[in-house]
Every structure is written in C-alpha cells, then in structure tokens.
Nanobody
Framework: QVQLVESGGGLVQAEDSLKLSCAASGRTYTMAWFRQAPGKEREFVAV????????KYADSVKGRFTISRDNAKNTMWLQMNSLKPEDTAVYYC?????????????????????WGQGTQVSVSS
C-alpha cells in the first residue's frame, strides 16, 4: 500500500501562484491531481504519465497549471499560476498501482488506486 501526502496549499489572492507537492511512499505509475470545491463533485485537474513525458489538463486550468514529477524522489508537483477564486478547493493527489492498459491517460476517479488526504487551496478575489 502506497501512501500519498500532499502539501503546499494555503490562502492566496487572485493572480497569485502556489506549488503543490505530493510525496509517495513507494513506486507509482500514472499520477494525477483532482480537486473538490464545497458542494461540488471531485473533478479532474491534471495527469502525468509514469515517466513524466505526457501530460493532460482540464480545460479550466490549461495554460495556468503545470504538472510534473520526479520518480527518483517519488514526488509529483502542481504549479498553479494566475489563480482564480474558482480554483478554491481541496486538492487531492492520486496514483495508479499498475500501468494503464490504454494509451489514453486516465482522468476519472475510479481509475486511481491511491489517494492523499487533500490540501486546501483558497483564492480570494
């Protein structure tokens, strides 16, 4: 069982930047960030392939957020720039325990095996 621990959340103003980290206790394959705003369902934010060479983003964050990983450190990051109040949510790190059989990067909750406890990001206007 791999443990995922997020860090880096906080309270910022609109247009500010934050960088979230996700530390894994062991090897993982595809990793992703999801978020959940109050009263809303958890939604996909960004995903990075096992080797870090392929990424995909939700339309709402494309061009503002960057996902990356360092397998030597078992760590994934989410650089968030030009933050908006609508980015306010609990951000969750997720990981797969096996290689995906599809060439399409997984973007749904059910496709991930491990989850972190979440880190709060609040953006004021």
């Amino acid at each position: 069982q791999v443990q995922l621990v997020e860090s880096g959340g906080g309270l910022v103003q609109a247009e500010d930047s934050l960088k979230l980290s996700c530390a894994a206790s062991g090897r993982t394959y595809t990793m992703a960030w999801f978020r959940q705003a109050p009263g809303k369902e958890r939604e996909f934010v960004a995903v990075v392939s096992s080797l870090g060479e392929i990424t995909k983003y939700a339309d709402s964050v494309k061009g503002r957020f960057t996902i990356s990983r360092d397998n030597a450190k078992n760590t994934m990051w989410l650089q968030m720039n030009s933050l908006k109040p609508e980015d306010t949510a609990v951000y969750y790190c997720a990981a797969r325990r096996s290689r995906s059989m599809s060439s399409i990067l997984p973007t749904t909750i059910s496709q991930y095996d491990y989850w972190g406890q979440g880190t709060q990001v609040s953006v004021s206007s």
